[in-house]
């Protein structure tokens, strides 16, 4: 009997703003949701751009003014809501216009001589052989060029590549806590993941002292690394500028470091920690690792989840050089507009022309289903199964291949096994990788369209949260998976609004690829798919609350279903408590640096277990031999 993950929690921001509580699905969905969430959606939009200000009272200009939800939205709502999604990169992260560029230069001498006089201590070492070098003052040298020299001058260049998912403008993760040195990266996974921990409305110190500190777990990274000037990027930048390689700049840029500032500065975990990465699969890669722990039963809580901040012109150029980013050029030849509308790059099964680069901190926080009751957690729906599959042999590393086949199958059959014929014909729907680059809108509307017709599915609901948000890579699934949760809650399957059709080459015999929201309250599963370079393939099930709770009352009693129901209430109370305070700006970062330190030397051990200062449950050896029948 295997134990099941349930999603208890769940947090970080990406284009569309805060995740927790659905506050990013209903801004991607804000003109098919009510009045009310839709003005809370912007009031809390226009705390974290700086628009607007807020405290317990109230919503207020930045005069003074108190402003009314119904105010906020008729004066200031399109300034809100274009601060947000896909967007012109914005000159915090560089400028697109006049990008930093190193021009190569020939120097000649002038008739034979050309001189110019340089500080003596800015004379490299060793001197260029075309120079000739006279002392000039006690500070200065004269220098003379006896040949032509090669130089490098600081120049601009325009790019191509002009739009990005971007965080909110005006929201910078730095400004929230003691950031000092953090690439960019590593402040959202310090954010995002207090985002997820808090939505959970079970104060942390609780949940740790319920579970043993080795069955926590936090399966976390990033693709790219951090690649700003904090983290690799400096390390690779520094000797062309002339600068030092910091202390710092190394570590913090491995790939790791997410899971590694999770465990040291936010929950003081002493559990399982790792990252697995598979392009553009991270996210569904580490969600296996999670899932299969609760279920073989070695963790009891899991966090899952990816930060990623690939806006730099260094990772942009590298797409670019493949031709797998959407151009100013190729929006022009699509849409035959002299100045098309850059919120509409990313078009997943329109004609596109190349995906969007995004930054985005997505993490979930996973519970077996004995805890979640004994806690009182609350049920956003749970995960049942990853599948992953390569691609086999390749010729283009780049290339889709036949692994998504296998993973999407498997992924339908499971939940067929699970719910029955009649749940994934009827109550599914499936969030596609949806990159924008016209292969993938063939190679994945095909592979849709032929497992639908294998499993007797018509009119399947296919979502691309990647027209909103852009891809963010590593947390790319995670996305997606959010997104599929906002649908349970909510009742609304996306639509891809960035296109006026399909595309003609899309395959759609057996799908519903609407450009419109389209109301689905009955969903019971959502298939998360996604293809990533190198033959990275993955496929999620997650299932809905509804079809969570049936399970439960099928393995657990009436009385602990009972019990469980009264413990929600408080916890639900102390979640909204904390959606209230970050929707008018209080996020309550947890950034517990140097706090609750463990002296190892005060560790008793022994030779069933280990006992830690501070910590109330004892780890205890495993008592049970795996391979007695070999022994």
């Given at each position: 009997?295997?134990?099941?993950?349930?999603?208890?929690?769940?947090?970080?921001?990406?284009?569309?703003?805060r995740?927790?509580?659905?506050h990013?699905?209903?801004?991607?969905?804000?003109?098919?949701?009510?009045?009310?969430?839709?003005?809370e959606?912007?009031?809390?939009?226009?705390?974290?751009t700086?628009?607007?200000?807020?405290?317990?009272s109230?919503?207020?200009?930045h005069?003074?003014?108190?402003?009314?939800?119904q105010?906020?939205?008729?004066?200031?709502?399109?300034?809100?809501?274009?601060?947000?999604?896909?967007?012109?990169?914005?000159?915090?992260?560089?400028?697109?216009?006049?990008?930093?560029?190193?021009?190569?230069?020939?120097?000649?001498?002038?008739n034979?001589?050309?001189?110019?006089?340089?500080?003596?201590?800015h004379?490299?070492?060793?001197?260029?052989?075309?120079?000739?070098?006279?002392?000039?003052s006690?500070?200065?040298?004269?220098?003379t060029?006896?040949?032509?020299?090669?130089?490098?001058?600081?120049?601009?260049?325009?790019?191509n590549i002009?739009?990005a998912?971007?965080?909110?403008?005006?929201?910078?993760?730095?400004?929230?806590?003691?950031?000092?040195?953090?690439p960019?990266?590593?402040?959202?996974?310090?954010v995002?993941?207090?985002?997820?921990?808090?939505?959970?409305?079970?104060?942390w110190?609780?949940?740790?002292?319920?579970?043993?500190?080795?069955?926590?777990?936090?399966y976390?990274?990033?693709?790219l690394?951090?690649?700003?000037?904090f983290g690799?990027?400096?390390?690779?930048?520094?000797?062309l500028?002339?600068?030092?390689?910091?202390?710092?700049?190394?570590?913090?840029?491995l790939?790791?470091?997410?899971?590694d500032?999770?465990n040291?500065?936010?929950?003081?975990?002493?559990?399982?920690?790792g990252?697995?990465?598979?392009?553009?699969?991270?996210?569904?890669?580490?969600?296996?690792?999670?899932?299969?722990?609760?279920?073989?039963?070695?963790?009891?809580?899991?966090v899952?989840?990816?930060?990623?901040?690939?806006?730099?012109?260094?990772?942009?150029?590298?797409?670019?050089?493949?031709?797998?980013?959407?151009?100013?050029?190729?929006?022009?030849?699509?849409?035959?507009?002299?100045a098309?509308d850059?919120?509409?790059?990313?078009?997943p099964?329109?004609?596109n022309c190349?995906?969007?680069?995004?930054?985005?901190s997505?993490?979930?926080?996973?519970?077996d289903?004995?805890?979640?009751?004994?806690?009182?957690?609350q049920i956003?729906?749970?995960v049942?199964?990853?599948?992953?599959?390569?691609?086999?042999?390749?010729?283009?590393?780049?290339?889709?291949?036949?692994?998504?086949?296998?993973t999407?199958a498997?992924?339908v059959?499971?939940?067929?096994?699970?719910?029955?014929?009649?749940a994934?014909?009827?109550?599914?729907m499936?969030?596609?990788?949806?990159?924008?680059?016209?292969?993938?809108?063939v190679s994945?509307?095909?592979?849709?369209?032929r497992?639908?017709?294998?499993?007797?599915?018509?009119?399947?609901?296919?979502?691309?949260?990647k027209?909103?948000?852009?891809?963010?890579?590593?947390?790319?699934?995670?996305d997606?998976?959010?997104?599929a949760l906002?649908?349970?809650?909510?009742?609304?399957?996306?639509?891809?609004?960035?296109?006026?059709?399909?595309?003609?080459?899309?395959?759609?015999?057996?799908?519903?690829?609407?450009?419109?929201?389209?109301?689905?309250?009955?969903?019971?599963?959502?298939?998360?798919?996604?293809?990533?370079?190198?033959?990275?393939?993955?496929?999620?099930v997650?299932?809905s609350?509804?079809?969570?709770e049936?399970?439960?009352?099928?393995?657990?009693?009436?009385a602990?279903?009972?019990?469980?129901?009264?413990?929600?209430?408080?916890?639900?109370?102390?979640?909204?408590?904390?959606?209230?305070q970050?929707?008018?700006?209080?996020?309550?970062?947890?950034?517990?640096f140097?706090?609750?330190?463990?002296?190892?030397?005060?560790?008793a051990?022994?030779?069933?277990g280990?006992?830690?200062p501070?910590?109330?449950k004892?780890?205890t050896?495993?008592?049970?031999?795996?391979?007695?029948?070999?022994?």
């Amino acid at each position: 009997m295997s134990r099941l993950p349930i999603i208890v929690g769940f947090g970080g921001y990406n284009a569309a703003g805060r995740s927790s509580f659905h506050h990013g699905f209903k801004r991607m969905v804000i003109e098919s949701i009510d009045k009310e969430s839709r003005q809370e959606t912007l009031a809390g939009l226009g705390v974290m751009t700086k628009i607007i200000k807020a405290n317990e009272s109230g919503f207020y200009t930045h005069d003074g003014l108190e402003l009314s939800l119904q105010e906020i939205e008729e004066q200031l709502g399109e300034k809100i809501l274009a601060a947000t999604l896909i967007r012109r990169i914005e000159k915090s992260h560089f400028d697109v216009d006049a990008a930093p560029w190193q021009q190569s230069v020939t120097v000649a001498p002038d008739n034979g001589s050309t001189s110019f006089l340089l500080s003596k201590r800015h004379i490299p070492s060793p001197c260029p052989a075309t120079w000739v070098v006279e002392e000039q003052s006690d500070s200065h040298a004269k220098v003379t060029l006896a040949d032509n020299v090669e130089v490098k001058v600081d120049s601009t260049r325009d790019m191509n590549i002009k739009v990005a998912g971007q965080l909110p403008t005006g929201f910078e993760p730095g400004e929230l806590y003691k950031s000092r040195f953090h690439p960019r990266g590593l402040q959202m996974t310090i954010v995002g993941m207090s985002d997820a921990l808090h939505s959970v409305g079970i104060p942390w110190q609780r949940i740790a002292t319920a579970v043993k500190p080795d069955e926590i777990a936090v399966y976390a990274g990033s693709v790219l690394s951090q690649v700003d000037e904090f983290g690799f990027g400096g390390v690779m930048q520094a000797r062309l500028k002339g600068n030092r390689v910091t202390a710092k700049q190394l570590p913090l840029g491995l790939n790791t470091m997410p899971a590694d500032f999770i465990n040291a500065y936010i929950l003081g975990s002493l559990g399982t920690t790792g990252c697995a990465t598979g392009a553009c699969a991270t996210f569904l890669y580490n969600l296996k690792m999670g899932i299969e722990a609760i279920q073989s039963g070695k963790s009891r809580v899991v966090v899952v989840g990816n930060s990623e901040a690939p806006v730099t012109q260094e990772i942009i150029d590298g797409f670019g050089a493949m031709s797998a980013l959407g151009t100013l050029d190729g929006l022009k030849k699509i849409t035959g507009e002299d100045a098309p509308d850059l919120r509409k790059s990313s078009r997943p099964f329109g004609d596109n022309c190349g995906f969007t680069i995004a930054e985005a901190s997505q993490f979930v926080i996973l519970m077996d289903d004995e805890l979640t009751l004994e806690l009182g957690a609350q049920i956003h729906g749970a995960v049942t199964d990853v599948f992953i599959n390569a691609d086999g042999f390749k010729k283009s590393i780049s290339a889709p291949g036949p692994g998504n086949y296998i993973t999407l199958a498997k992924a339908v059959a499971a939940a067929r096994d699970l719910l029955g014929e009649s749940a994934i014909q009827a109550q599914s729907m499936v969030h596609a990788h949806g990159s924008s680059t016209p292969a993938n809108r063939v190679s994945e509307s095909e592979l849709f369209d032929r497992v639908a017709e294998a499993f007797g599915i018509t009119d399947w609901p296919v979502s691309a949260v990647k027209s909103f948000v852009g891809h963010s890579i590593g947390p790319a699934s995670g996305d997606q998976l959010i997104s599929a949760l906002g649908t349970f809650k909510y009742g609304l399957v996306p639509g891809i609004k960035t296109i006026d059709k399909v595309a003609d080459d899309v395959h759609q015999k057996n799908l519903n690829i609407s450009t419109e929201d389209t109301k689905r309250d009955d969903l019971e599963v959502a298939f998360i798919n996604t293809k990533g370079f190198g033959g990275n393939n993955a496929t999620g099930v997650v299932l809905s609350p509804s079809a969570v709770e049936r399970m439960l009352a099928k393995r657990h009693s009436s009385a602990e279903i009972k019990a469980y129901e009264e413990k929600l209430t408080t916890v639900e109370a102390a979640a909204n408590s904390y959606d209230q305070q970050a929707t008018r700006g209080n996020f309550n970062i947890v950034y517990n640096f140097g706090e609750g330190l463990i002296d190892d030397q005060a560790m008793a051990l022994s030779g069933d277990g280990i006992e830690i200062p501070g910590v109330d449950k004892k780890i205890t050896f495993q008592t049970e031999n795996r391979y007695a029948d070999m022994i």
